[in-house]
């Protein structure tokens, strides 16, 4: 796929509509290696990922289930089920994580914005591959519990999951784009 091609053309799948087969572990690399061709200013390489398939779904599933039932102890089945069901639904789920150095000159901010753009080329390659993929974050992911059963250490945060898999295209919306004249302004005049 054209790389302009593929950016115009990607958008977020839901988790519940990703399905078996997943990306082979050669596309998975792929993904990988696009993703740590992003900007990183100072060269920290803040990027962290854990790969979740196969039966560790499940345990991820109860993993979240589990935190979102403590921190969340009135949330209605429904929400706990569809926590669940995303990850057993989806076959690759991605633990995103930052590693940040809180004192060094390339300020924080940076540091997660280089993650960010290395998730939107992981995004990028997945789609260009052919798979849909989402990235969510929420209650799971900021959960210092969550963080540390993935084995993030003490220097890394979570910054979400990106759930990835194959795609009916019936099951596909058109891509939503901002207008332009809502997110571009001429400063020049």
Sequence with gaps: MHAIAAMLSRRSVPAL?????????????????????????????????????????????ALL???????????APGKLEKVGNQVRTAPLVIAIGAHIEPAHKVPEVEQLLAVGAGVMNLLNAFHALGFGAIWLTGGNAYDPQVTAALGFAATERCLGFVYVGSVDAADLSPARRTERGTAVRDWSA
Aim: proline share 9%; with cysteine; net charge positive.
């Design 65 to 75: 289930t589990g935190r979102m039932r403590a921190r969340e102890p009135d949330a």
């Design 17 to 61: 509509k990703l399905r078996e087969p997943g990306p082979s572990s050669a596309q998975v690399d792929v993904a990988i290696d696009a993703a740590l061709c992003a900007p990183d200013h100072g060269a920290l390489r803040p990027w962290r990922f854990v790969l979740i398939h196969g039966t560790a779904r499940e345990r991820l599933a």
